[in-house]
């Protein structure tokens, strides 16, 4: 489920704001001092992304999956952020603290200075959904003085999260179900801080969160959008872009799919019109859908790959049976590296944006998918 997001916009960080971090201030340049700031060429190449992005003959990139992250290094006080985006929300990343947010940035340089002159490390985040608008990102700058160091080296882990808004951290830091006084869903949504993410991180593994909101396998969220679904929308770079192919980088091999799709299917009653007469139906059609895009990911990732198809108490006991019944067929054919992962748990407060997942429920959420991989036989 997803409500109208907010089109409000706070003021970005100025250059007399306060101090995010001892020693550090985050600043978005105005055209006037942007003009005296060493801005990167198209030659720099000093970062790398996690997450689908779309590369741009510039050496920029464009994206609009939740969860996109930027990674880099440099030497010096300080780094500029170089970004073209009037939707989405970004975290700033310095040496694995988060110093700055930027929210609805615009088309500006954001700089953080103040820091020790010394090597450090800077991460850019994603924090919002925002299907339907593209982000692009023109890389770091090295303030004055400094330089931009060889980007960091991929990690040898790799995880592909794929679902919908519990996946894509929807309303996770609201701490109230109705959002709308606070700022609105993507004011309140941080997917850097959504149980994939979290895992990922302490299991120190490189990670898509290939997730939209209100999407399911056969059947969006109260039956919207009929004719579309989330299969839809999976094998685009930008999602906005009809007929869009995300061209698979060499790279990533990922050792483990966690899919989190059948909330939006059979949460809500069907309607008059829609093609399931019954939940049975739903339920069948569900399941011939689902066994097809196991078959895209095996025929995508190899015999290797661990897939793990989760399911939830919040839709009910139609979602979580039929998707341990497409495990036990999967299973009963001779794939045994697909896996049911059931999650629930009685501290689960969903103060979360409508009635979704907290950041408390999140770190719960993330320690049950860490319990349920310690006993999976992965290949890393």
């Given at each position: ?60 990139v464009r994206y609009s999956w939740p969860g996109i992250a930027f990674e880099g290094r440099f030497r010096g006080t300080g ?131 290939n997730a939209f909101s209100g999407r399911g396998m056969v059947r969006n969220y109260d039956g919207g959008d009929p004719g ?153």
């Amino acid at each position: 489920m997803r409500t109208a997001p907010s089109l409000s916009r706070r003021a970005l960080l100025t250059a007399a704001a306060a101090s995010v971090t001892a020693g550090a201030t985050a600043a978005a340049a105005s055209p006037a001092s942007a003009a005296h700031r060493p801005l990167p060429s198209a030659a720099f190449a000093g970062f790398r992304t996690v997450g689908r992005v779309q590369k741009a003959a510039d050496g920029s990139v464009r994206y609009s999956w939740p969860g996109i992250a930027f990674e880099g290094r440099f030497r010096g006080t300080g780094v500029g952020i170089v970004l073209d985006d009037s939707a989405n929300d970004y975290d700033v990343q310095i040496d694995g603290r988060t110093v700055s947010t930027l929210v609805t940035p615009g088309r500006t340089t954001s700089w953080v200075e103040g820091l020790a002159d010394a090597e450090h490390t800077v991460r850019l985040v994603k924090r919002t959904e925002c299907p339907w608008a593209v982000g692009r990102f023109g890389g770091f700058a090295a303030a004055r003085g400094g330089r931009i160091l060889p980007a960091p080296a991929a990690r040898s882990r790799q995880i592909e999260f794929i679902g919908d808004s519990f996946t894509a951290g929807y309303g996770n830091t609201s701490g109230t179900r109705d959002c709308s006084a606070n700022g609105g869903v993507d004011r309140n949504s941080n997917a850097d801080l959504a149980f994939g993410a979290l895992t990922a991180r302490k299991l120190d593994a490189d990670y898509q969160q290939n997730a939209f909101s209100g999407r399911g396998m056969v059947r969006n969220y109260d039956g919207g959008d009929p004719g579309t679904d989330y299969r839809t929308y999976y094998d685009r770079a930008l999602l906005n872009v009809a007929g869009d192919v995300w061209h698979k980088p060499r790279g990533w091999r990922p050792q483990v799919v966690v899919i989190g799709l059948g909330i939006n299917d059979f949460s809500t009653p069907l309607h008059a019109g829609e093609p399931w007469a019954t939940r049975s139906e739903l339920a069948a059609a569900y399941a011939s859908a689902y066994h097809g895009f196991l078959d895209k990911l095996r025929a995508r990732y190899g015999s290797r790959t661990f897939l793990v198809v989760s399911a939830t108490s919040v839709a009910g006991t139609a979602f979580a049976d039929t998707a341990r019944d497409i495990v036990g067929a999967r299973n009963a054919r001779g794939d045994d590296r697909v896996g049911y992962w059931y999650y629930d748990d009685p501290g689960l407060d969903r103060l979360g944006c409508d009635w979704h997942p907290s950041l408390h429920d999140h770190r719960i959420i993330s320690g049950l998918l860490d319990q349920y991989l310690a006993t999976v036989p992965l290949d890393w």
